[in-house]
């Protein structure tokens, strides 16, 4: 698909707009896997998340290819809206962005902040998807898929960082929600023509990818009712599913209570806060432990945008009867 110049290149221009984030072996961590636990700390990008390296390369290219762009639209759970506003921002492009009917609170605001049209539509983030593709046709907007190309390369800048850093890991587990950065880990990998396992992780209520990888077939799924929105996705994307077949070992399903007791692992043992995706590999390799015993592994924190009240549900539950009785006053 590309070279690795044209991946040094893209980490160029995601440079110019925020710094590497860091990848830390944290000794909590490593206790509790028994292995040597790495953290990509993807959860220290100006959005939070990982998907802001995808919107910033696919963004220049387009404005490279075409100045006059009229605006951008897309469709998002909240982490590719805001990566798409952010960039966009940069060069001055007008972005609508359509989520679902309920979608997180505190994304669907920083969607805004970044400066994004936001238009809540459908029951699903699939439901929002074939509306922004309706849109698209009618308003001229350029449609920005939840995979493609470039938001691979763009990505893929965040393993470029860690496979440098750290080119004797024996596995990398990477969450997949719509597939760009396991893609883009692949990538990484192979141009530095490293032997590290990739692992990918889906939500037992949203297996769409791991159905799909074990059948060799795309596979969609009726729901995608997890709390990690991250991974929520109900039909892969053909061309990600064929990228994850041929460089990924496996696909590892945990459940939402995996999930809730690796963002609660993530607070106590590093103090960073993930959101539900962004703990998924943590959940993964904390699930297959036994077979990581004396390894080094990498874990992709994805992202740590997650609604407060999901926080007090998942991580924290006592959370509120703490505050109130540190700041009660007695009679």
């Known amino acids: 698909m590309f070279d690795l110049g044209q991946l040094e290149r893209a980490w160029e221009v995601v440079k110019a707009a925020m710094p590497p984030t860091p990848a830390h072996a944290w000794p909590l961590l490593s206790d509790r896997l028994g292995a040597t636990a790495v953290v990509k700390h993807e959860n220290h990008t100006p959005t939070g998340a990982f998907k802001v390296r995808g919107g910033l390369v696919y963004v220049d290219r387009l404005k490279r290819e075409r100045p006059r762009v009229p605006g951008l639209i897309s469709a998002t759970r909240g982490n590719h809206g805001q990566s798409l506003a952010f960039a966009a921002r940069r060069h001055g492009v007008p972005v609508t962005i359509l989520a679902p009917q309920g979608n997180s609170t505190e994304k669907n605001r920083a969607m805004r902040a970044f400066g ?136 590892v399903q945990v459940a939402d209570a995996e999930v809730a007791d690796a963002m609660h692992a993530y607070w106590t043992d590093t103090h960073n806060l993930a959101e539900g995706a962004g703990a998924a590999a943590l959940a993964a390799a904390t699930q297959e432990k036994a077979k990581l015993r004396g390894k080094r592994v990498g874990l992709i924190l994805s992202g740590g945008n997650i609604d407060f009240d999901l926080f007090r549900k998942w991580v924290a539950p006592d959370v509120s009867a703490i505050a109130s009785s540190r700041f009660s006053v007695s009679a």
């Not at 309706?134 to 449609?143: A, D, K, N, Q, V």
């Not at 791991?210 to 995608?224: N, Q, W």
């Open 116 to 251: 994004a049209d936001l238009v809540e539509y459908g029951e699903d983030f699939q439901a929002a998807r074939e509306e922004a593709y309706r849109r698209s046709e009618t308003s001229g907007l350029e449609i920005v898929p939840a995979f493609h190309p470039d938001l691979v390369l763009g990505v893929a800048t965040y393993a470029l960082e860690l496979f440098r850093a750290e080119p004797r890991l024996d596995v990398l587990y990477v969450p997949i929600g719509q597939g760009s950065g396991i893609s883009g880990c692949i990538m990484a990998r192979d141009l530095l023509g490293l032997t590290t396992e990739i692992v990918g992780v889906q939500s037992t209520e949203a297996p769409s990818y791991a159905l799909s990888f074990a059948s060799g077939t795309v596979v969609a799924t009726a729901t995608s009712d997890t709390l990690a929105d991250g991974m929520a996705t109900r039909i892969p994307d053909p061309d990600a599913l064929a990228i994850i077949r041929r460089g990924a070992s496996r696909i």
